[in-house]
């Protein structure tokens, strides 16, 4: 399966920080780069204004609840690679 150009070093960041944050998931399921970075997306994030790249990194997760921007079973990170923040969506 061909990536997209970008897409393996943020999964990687997106792997670490959960790890880190000692957050659970059972597997990844995909990592997509965001086209449009919304007011919304900016307020979860902490930005003022649009990073050079936002990312959408899901993974599945069978313990996460419902939430705003995903299923039950889903955890979603946001990430900007080119300050390596990485957050979870709500």
């Known amino acids: 399966?061909?990536?997209p150009r970008g897409e393996r070093p943020v999964t990687e960041?997106?792997?670490q920080f959960l790890r880190n944050?000692?957050?659970p998931f059972d597997r990844f399921?995909?990592?997509s780069r965001v086209e449009m970075v919304t007011p919304f997306l900016l307020g979860i994030i902490g930005e003022k204004n649009p990073p050079g790249e936002l990312w959408e990194?899901?993974?599945e997760a069978k313990n996460e609840p419902d939430?705003?921007?995903h299923g039950p079973g889903v955890l979603v990170l946001l990430v900007v690679p080119e300050s390596?923040?990485?957050v979870?969506?709500?």
């Open 1 to 3: 399966m061909n990536r």
């Open 67 to 69: 939430g705003r921007l």
């Open 84 to 86: 390596d923040k990485c």
């Open 21 to 23: 944050q000692k957050r």
């Open 88 to 90: 979870i969506a709500p």
């Open 13 to 15: 960041r997106a792997i």
């Open 29 to 31: 399921m995909h990592a």
């Open 57 to 59: 990194v899901c993974f």
